[in-house]
């Protein structure tokens, strides 16, 4: 069986921005807004992550300057 295909970046920035729509027009129940919250805080998670680690690598690109 193929490796599933990891998101990019982008798609997964795009994917929190619609759950935090989501849940802020309302109009889901308390269970379904409750999975929503922790999918997008584990998503928001992953990718503070992912910028962290390629802000470091910039800086080791750079020499050491921010």
Known sequence: ?????EKSFEDRL??????VKGL???GMTLSDA???YEQG???AEDLKKELT???ERLTV???GEA
């Open 24 to 26: 802020e027009e309302g």
């Open 34 to 36: 409750m999975k929503a």
């Open 53 to 55: 680690a390629a802000e």
């Open 41 to 43: 805080e584990k998503l």
């Open 61 to 63: 690109l750079h020499g």
């Open 1 to 5: 069986m193929p490796a599933k295909k």
């Open 14 to 19: 795009q994917e929190l921005e619609t759950i």
